[in-house]
């Protein structure tokens, strides 16, 4: 098992730092006997998303997008993180955490990737 320092609480992020406020609630209550597990889903990319990855999307198929935002990240489809909800309610071990991520892409990738599926150029520029 591998596990990692939590730096969420530092994070200048709200909402990482909020992430990070909330998963230490949840252990205190693992300490005081809550069987729970705890997922932390990286980028969440699906339908219904109207306003989070779905706008960097419609930005760049419909050429609106000023510039690629610096930095990469990990995408997961909705769908399997829905299922790892449920395995991890189902077989999850009290007390771990389990990361939900998919593909890691720049997001300059990321928008090039876009550009292909539409079938138009994409200014890919950082």
């Known amino acids: ?9 530092d ?10 406020l909330g998963e230490e609630q949840v252990r205190h209550g693992i300490a005081a006997g809550l069987d729970a597990v705890i ?3 990286a980028n ?13 999307i419609r ?15 990990s995408f997961a489809h909705v769908v399997e993180v829905a299922r790892a909800h449920v395995t991890a309610a189902e077989r999850g071990r009290t007390g771990e955490n389990y990361i939900l991520a998919g593909a890691d892409a ?10 292909e599926v539409v079938q138009r150029h ?3 520029r950082v």
Do not use: C, E
């Open 59 to 73: 930005l760049a198929a419909d050429g609106k997008l000023p510039r690629v935002p610096p930095g990469r990240g």
């Open 122 to 124: 994409v200014d890919t």
């Open 44 to 56: 969440v990319i699906g339908p219904y998303d109207r306003h989070n990855w779905a706008r960097l």
């Open 39 to 41: 997922l932390n889903p």
């Open 1 to 9: 098992m591998k596990t990692a320092p939590q730096k969420g609480r």
């Open 11 to 20: 994070s200048w992020f709200h909402y990482m730092h909020t992430k990070a």
């Open 106 to 115: 720049s997001y300059q990738d990321t928008v090039r990737i876009i550009g």
